[in-house]
Nanobody
Framework: QVHLVESGGGLVQPGGSLRLSCAAS????????MTWHRQAPGKERELVAT???????NYVDSVKGRFTISRDNHKNMVYLQMNSLKPEDTAVYYC?????????WGQGTQGTVSS
């Protein structure tokens, strides 16, 4: 079955960086788009970044120029490099993919931006 495991979260000061990783298994990784979502306390989960199977990327406006999504199809990994972090980036970050009507999620990793 599909299994997604996020890692790399932590506490960082404003202006700092974090690199999130997501290990995927249970499906043909290279054939599927991957996304990162986040959910801040008291807010709905939002789509942050998407990478297509062919490597095309898209970002929510609030992270453009600061975040970079990438994938390694040999390792079945997807990454989110987050730079120039702001307190409003504090959230649980989730890796996601989908097939037909099914969406698959990891358990999430907490990223906290605070001085």
């Amino acid at each position: 079955q599909v299994h997604l495991v996020e890692s790399g979260g932590g506490l960082v000061q404003p202006g700092g960086s974090l690199r999130l990783s997501c290990a995927a298994s249970g499906f043909t990784f290279s054939n599927y788009p991957m996304t990162w979502h986040r959910q801040a306390p008291g807010k709905e989960r939002e789509l942050v970044a998407t990478i297509t199977a062919s490597g095309g990327t898209n970002y929510v406006d609030s992270v453009k120029g600061r975040f970079t999504i990438s994938r390694d199809n040999h390792k079945n990994m997807v990454y989110l490099q987050m730079n120039s972090l702001k307190p409003e980036d504090t959230a649980v970050y989730y890796c996601n993919t989908w097939g037909g009507l099914m969406h698959f999620w990891g358990q999430g990793t907490q990223g906290t931006v605070s001085s």
